[in-house]
Structure formats: structure tokens, C-alpha cells
């Protein structure tokens, strides 16, 4: 079969540049996941920057352009991955769409403004936004347990983010906040039905703490902890049922479920249990599969939408 052509615009971090770090887990960019599929190949690449533009070309072995309408009239790509800045994605996703591509992979944010996003998720079904973790098997485990009802209702869930000392609290939500709320809908199934005001500290302060409310459409409440000025970066969820609890982040994955308390008796308290989850994730992996399933099959899907992206930025939009 046909190898699917695949193309990028923007040519920074999470396009290909991450590859480089040696802690995280492989394939950790866009480039790094279409080298490593065997339906797929690099065709091009398109920045503004020189640099990056010689530096791509000479990792993947494909030639670069400044500018991407050459880049998609020349090689008539597939898939095109636009990673770029967020002020940026919804001009190359029009642009992408007006040319008829069959699927565009967009970066998160979805765009920098409410607006913007908006108009990104009316351009087509077929816009798959890397919120990356709808694709990790960890996510996708807690998602079974929580769905499955073994420890019945999901009651609350508490989200937790910080991203070091130097980044305002409004900058981490846009950003890395966008992977949190959008955690909160696939974990939970369910739509945001309220949000409640921020509280705390002010989403423009590079210090101090934010506490933001809400209340899913199933009825399970959530809050989110925003902390600045910290010396560490956390993302981290815990899921409360009736009867069990999830915790799930970059650190680890954790599960409980009620039994005999071993302190007291009578009493039932969270007992951790073995969960069998390890090695690599595959979230980047998992998340190219799911693009070349979209491109061989034209009435599939994505499993991340830009409909579910947009969700989160409407959540975010809420707060001002």
C-alpha cells in the first residue's frame, strides 16, 4: 500500500526539536512519530526560520520551504501537521482546508483567542488536535475504569498544574491547562454544564495560587489548582468515585478501591491496588495511527477532535 505523504508547517519543539531530549519517551514529536510509522512519510517541511529549516531538512532527509502553499503545490501531502505558534494555527488550517488536504494534525492550543478556535472547528470534522494523552494508554486504562462503573459514580475530580516559577497563571492555562481541562471531559465523558468564577490569586500573577470550579453535565463536580512561582512543574488528576479513586499525572498512575480498613474496625478505607500499566505510553504512536486510520478511512473520526479542543478553550473563556 501506499505510503500516506505527510507534510509540516512550523518546524520548532513539538514539531521535531524534542526528539533531541533524552528523558522522554520516544516518539516525542510529530516528526519523530511519522519516521517511526511505516504507513507514512516526511515529505516536506515549512519555516520561516532558516535554521530550523536546515536543521529538519538534514534529520529527516527532506527538503524545506519558507512558504506553505509551495510546500503543499509541490508535494500534494495527505496529512499536514501545523506546529506552529497558536496566533498562527487557524491561517495554515484554513489554508490546509482550502486545499483540500484529507487531514490536518493542529498543535494545542487550537488558537490563542476564543474566536479563533471557533473558526478552526467549523473548517472540518477532519482536524486532529494533539491533546496527546487521548491517546496514552494510561489515560485510556483510567478512562476504562472509570467508565466500566467498578467503583460506581464518578463524584469529583480535582486537576492539579504548575509549570515552573517564570510563566503567569493565565499563560500555563492556555497552554498546559488546555491538556488538563481536556482530561476532564474525556476522563469523565461528559460536558462542562457550569463553570464557577476564578478565585485566589490573579490569572495574570506569576505568583500565588488559582482555584477554578465547575460542574460536569453528569453531574460530578471538578476544581482545578493553577500554582505559579513553583520550582517544579506538575500535572496531575485524581478521580473520585464512590467506591475507588484515580490518580493520574506525569509521575505515575495510581489506583484505590474501598475495603476493610486496616487501621480501624468497621470502618472501610482506599486500599491501593496493582495496576498493570507500564513502559512506554504510546501516546505520539497511538496518536499517527489514529491520523492514518482517518486518511484510508474518510468517514472515520479522529479520537481528538477540534470539536473537543474547542470544549476546553470555551471552559477557559468562561473565566474572563
Known amino acids: 500500500m501506499e505510503k500516506i505523504s505527510v507534510v509540516f508547517i512550523g518546524l520548532g519543539r513539538i514539531a521535531s526539536l524534542l526528539e533531541n531530549d533524552p528523558l522522554r519517551e520516544k516518539p516525542c514529536t510529530h516528526a519523530g512519530a511519522v519516521a517511526a510509522d511505516p504507513d507514512c512519510v516526511i515529505a516536506a517541511g515549512m519555516d520561516t526560520d532558516s535554521d530550523r529549516r536546515s536543521l529538519f531538512s538534514k534529520t529527516w532527509k527532506c527538503p524545506t520551504y519558507s512558504d506553505a502553499g509551495q510546500m503543499i503545490e509541490t508535494h500534494n501531502p495527505q496529512i499536514a501537521v501545523v506546529a506552529t505558534q497558536p496566533e498562527l494555527h487557524e491561517l ?75 510563566r503567569n497563571l493565565r499563560d500555563m492555562l492556555w497552554n498546559d491547562g488546555t491538556h488538563l481541562i481536556d482530561m476532564i471531559l474525556f476522563l469523565s465523558g461528559s460536558a462542562v454544564k457550569n463553570v464557577g468564577k476564578a478565585w485566589g490569586t490573579d490569572l495574570e500573577s506569576k505568583n500565588g495560587t488559582a482555584f477554578l470550579t465547575g460542574t460536569l453535565e453528569r453531574g460530578a ?20 468515585c464512590e467506591r475507588g479513586r484515580i490518580r493520574i499525572g506525569n509521575d505515575g498512575f495510581d489506583v484505590w478501591e474501598s475495603g476493610p ?40 473520526i479522529p479520537r481528538s477532535t477540534a470539536a473537543d479542543a474547542l470544549a476546553g478553550i470555551e471552559f477557559l473563556n468562561e473565566l474572563d
Open 261 to 300: 480498613s486496616p487501621y480501624a474496625k468497621g470502618f472501610r478505607a482506599l486500599i491501593k491496588r496493582p495496576e498493570p500499566v507500564h513502559g512506554p505510553t504510546g501516546y505520539f504512536v497511538n496518536m499517527i495511527a489514529d491520523a492514518v486510520t482517518c486518511v484510508r478511512n474518510p468517514s472515520q
Open 221 to 240: 463536580e471538578f476544581v482545578i489548582e493553577v500554582g505559579a512561582g513553583r520550582d517544579y512543574v506538575v500535572f496531575e488528576l485524581e478521580c473520585t
Open 92 to 166: 495554515y488550517c484554513t489554508m490546509a482546508a482550502n486545499y483540500a488536504i484529507p487531514l490536518i494534525i493542529c498543535e494545542k492550543p487550537l488558537s490563542d483567542t476564543h474566536d479563533g478556535a471557533r473558526r478552526i472547528a467549523q473548517l472540518s470534522p477532519r482536524i486532529l488536535v494533539n491533546h496527546e494523552r487521548r491517546y496514552s494508554k494510561n489515560y485510556i486504562r483510567a478512562k476504562e475504569i472509570l467508565d466500566s462503573r467498578e467503583f460506581g459514580s464518578l463524584l469529583s475530580i480535582k486537576g492539579s498544574l504548575a509549570m515552573g516559577k517564570n
